[in-house]
């Protein structure tokens, strides 16, 4: 079986870079070539062409090229005809592609086609309520209408992604997965009294909620900190800098106790959740994170937000905790609770750990994968 991923982002250092869908992807990947199964990445859309071998799986960069008009039918359309070359020469048995902007819509390829939902912008836009524009609607609406098969990483996803495009499609589930040998917990120090927030800044990710659940925090152990790791975003609403307005709503106190750490290489984000207390994702949107599997895998206390994926990877009060981020009072109290408790830190971390092994490790995961896969393609 020879399995192909289309899509704009992979973790590599060549490459634009990436978030929790690259990540996803290629854990998924490596997984995969594990059990001896062919894989090979196209990444489009980035500066230069490239065509290597990682780990077993063969990687494909295609580059961006810019059209006299209609740039967003001719590139794809670009895509297609010289990854279905690929296609016929390597006898690759299906393609998958995830549901952002619509990136397969208009393509036609001579394989089953199949799009994971890892969230598409009409899903964020519709969690964050802003209206989504016109043109990623029909993209979006035309490439999961189009697929041979669509398959979620949560039943939550699965099923609010059906009400907003209106489809009529059988929807499968199968969660992200995690290597838990890769993410384990490490012998580190602990930084007692430290939070850890690591991902992008941005609004949907609960960090302004989190500013103002911090002040609550810093009255409650005025001891406490907070680490902040990811790239800064513009806010979607006052078109300025998500930490300029994340700082704006600190007190005065509160603004000394953060610290800010942009560009931190990606094997470097293990050392930041080890050596933290506790680590706090109040997020509003997402699918099925993989910082949160992230965190449990390491065995470190969670506090997470409690909006429809998370019942399908957190359990409240034995994972650790699961609150409305905007219900800031409560979600300070968690903290404050697990700052003054390193044993429930730890009993917390232990269960989160088992949980993931049990339920999303890349063994489990994959062997559902697979599955799949020989469903579509009548292995």
Known sequence: MHIAFLTPEYPHPTFNRTGGLGTSIKNLAQGLVAHGIKVTVFVVGQQNDADFLEKGIRVISISKQKHWAFNWYLERKRFQKIIQKYIDKNFIDLIEVPDWTGISAFMEFKIPLVIRLHGSDGYFCHLEGRKQKPKHRILEKRALKSADAIVSVS??????????????????????????????????????????????????????????????????????????????????????????????????????????????????????????????????????????????????????????????LMIDGVTGYSVDPKEHELYAEKISELLKNSNLCESFGKAGRQHVINNFSTTIIVQQNIEFYKSMINL
């Open 155 to 312: 039943r939550f996803t699965g099923t609010l992604t059906k009400e907003i495009f209106g489809l009529n499609k059988v929807i499968a589930t199968i969660p992200n997965g995690i290597n838990t040998d890769d993410f384990k917990p490490l012998d580190l120090t602990i930084n007692h009294g430290q939070l850890l927030y690591f991902g992008t800044i941005i609004r949907k990710k609960g960090v302004l909620e989190l500013a103002e659940i911090f002040n609550k925090v810093v009255k409650k152990v005025p001891e406490c900190t907070l680490l902040l790791v990811g790239k800064d975003a513009i806010d979607v609403f006052e078109k300025v800098s998500t930490l300029s307005l994340f700082m704006s709503l600190l007190s005065d106190e509160a603004k000394k106790r953060v610290r800010h750490l942009e560009e931190v290489p990606y094997a470097e984000v293990q050392e930041y959740i080890a050596s933290s207390q506790v680590v706090v994702l109040p997020s509003f949107a997402e699918a099925f994170p993989m910082t949160w599997l992230e965190t449990l895998a390491m065995g470190k206390a969670l506090i997470s937000s409690n909006i429809g994926w998370a019942n399908e």
